[in-house]
């Protein structure tokens, strides 16, 4: 069996290298596709190395454009791999648009679609990836949902009635944060020569277009500059958020370092008091570590998280934002929910997959 898949962005990177390694173990040939949406090295080849995940057949190297323009030079370079590659499957993760991309000139050869981390809705048709989610899933002939929630989402919508079968497969990320953090050990130096303090420094990260436009990172920076005060914040800066930044000369007063590998922010993760951000990945990595998340969205597709209050949402208002933060640390938060399935996710894809095969 030989499959096709897209990459582009980092939870795709980590999702990959934890499926990659069913795919070896039962001689499935892997072709990746690496569409270069992440650009940055940091962004992308450091976690090849960290991840000991195979370098990519294909980097086509689009970035840096309109929402169209990436997805519809994507669909072109996709295309031709998959008419000289001929795979009997073409697997795509999440929701960007390296995703929209793949499904899309997948679809329109003819070749079969798996996506992994299906059925997720945040129910905001204003954001890129909600749209990128729904048509991919709407086109797919193999779906693996990483939650119940997501699955349920497929069933309201009618997925039992396509010509498609789909699964609650547990969450690859998970899989990942099993394997890799059981044996992680406290280092006062995890990162870059920073100093730490054991449960005493808050994550942050911020990165969506709708909080990297200057007012909005104005206001963030003013919150996470307040939050320093009572407690170290470090922020590993996305290039795009370290540009503006530095080209409006937004005051900070907190530590700000480069993009990071995926070990050495699971370390960070892991050993942190609380996490900030706007990333979706982030979110369910900080509920695995048991740490509580501030998220800097109106809404999420990790609903489960919300009810529970492990994740809290926050309008993009200075005040708002400092005390949900403070609210949030000082909740009596339980993080024994199992909402991501027995960090076996890969194995049962890779199962599922090749039953499709054999048939």
């Not at 969450?171 to 449960?199: A, C």
């Not at 005051?251 to 706007?278: H, N, R, S, W």
């Not at 998220?295 to 005040?319: G, H």
């Amino acid at each position: 069996m030989k499959i096709v898949t897209i990459i582009g962005a980092r939870p795709q990177f980590i999702k990959a290298a934890v499926l990659s390694r069913e795919f070896i173990k039962y001689r499935v040939e892997e072709v990746l596709v690496h569409t270069g949406q992440h650009f940055d090295h940091n962004m992308s080849e450091i976690f090849f190395s960290s991840l000991n995940l195979p370098l990519p057949k294909y980097n086509l190297g689009i970035s840096s454009s309109t929402h169209g323009e990436m997805t519809g030079k994507m669909i072109y370079e996709i295309e031709k791999i998959l008419i000289l590659e001929k795979p009997d499957f073409v697997l795509v993760y999440g929701d960007t648009n390296s995703t929209l991309a793949g499904a899309i000139a997948a679809s329109k050869i003819n070749f079969k679609i798996i996506h992994v981390e299906a059925g997720l809705r945040s129910n905001n048709l204003q954001m890129p990836e909600e749209i990128n989610r729904i048509l991919t899933d709407r086109i797919s002939s193999l779906l693996f949902c990483p939650t119940k929630s997501s699955f349920q989402n497929l069933v309201r919508e009618g997925f039992e009635n396509f010509d498609c079968k789909f699964y609650n497969s547990g969450d690859l990320m998970f899989d990942s944060v099993r394997h890799f953090s059981d044996n992680m050990s406290f280092s006062e130096d995890i990162v870059q020569g920073i100093t730490l303090k054991q449960n005493g420094y808050v994550i942050a990260t911020i990165h969506r277009q709708e909080n990297t436009n200057l007012n909005s990172l104005k206001i963030i920076m003013k919150a996470l500059n307040k939050i320093n005060e009572s407690i170290p914040v470090i922020l590993p800066i996305h290039p795009r958020t370290k540009k503006i930044i530095s080209d409006s000369e937004i005051y900070i007063d907190f530590k700000v370092i480069d993009p990071i590998g995926y070990l050495e922010m699971l370390q960070l993760l892991k050993f942190c008091k609380a996490v900030v951000t706007d990333s979706g990945g982030l979110q369910k990595e900080s509920f695995f570590c048991k740490k509580p998340c501030l998220v800097l969205r109106d809404e999420t597709e990790w609903v489960e998280l919300v009810k529970i209050r492990a994740v809290v949402l926050s309008n993009i208002i200075s005040d708002q934002i400092l005390v949900k933060f403070f609210n949030l640390i000082n909740d009596d938060i339980n993080f024994e929910y199992n909402f991501y399935g027995d960090g076996y996710a890969a194995r049962f894809i890779v199962n599922e997959i090749l039953r499709r095969d054999e048939k």
